[in-house]
């Protein structure tokens, strides 16, 4: 686990220079949507990177940002008015169903989507 945490700044560096030009045509298609609002959706670990992101959002951006629990759709059948709102995803495989199906829903009900995962062939990534 030391290791690990000292591996961060080097992982997040690479991670950076490998995704700049995917991250700089996100930003630039949620500044074309007009998002007024943020949903995230997770479980685990991947809902703690969630609340880290929340606060950036509304610090640094003013954009409000919430969460959205997977039950709202997968249980409860939720049909949310996602207009103007970016759902994003987050999950490390990428494979979880729950998460996948908060998607596929927001996706139904005009929300933009975006899935932040490992795998870009995962089920998640091609929702």
Known sequence: MHDEIHEQPKAVANAYQINIKKVQSIVAEIKKAGITNVIL????????????FKYHCEIYVGIPCGFSPPSVSTIYGAKLKLANT???????????????????????????????TNDPNSLLAKA
Request: proline letters at 0%; a neutral charge.
């Open 86 to 116: 970016l759902v994003i995803a987050v999950s490390q495989s990428g494979m979880g169903l729950e998460i996948r199906q908060v998607v596929n829903d927001a996706n139904r009900c005009g929300a933009i989507t975006l899935a932040i």
């Open 41 to 52: 959706t997770a479980r685990g670990s991947s809902d703690n990177v969630c609340v880290y």
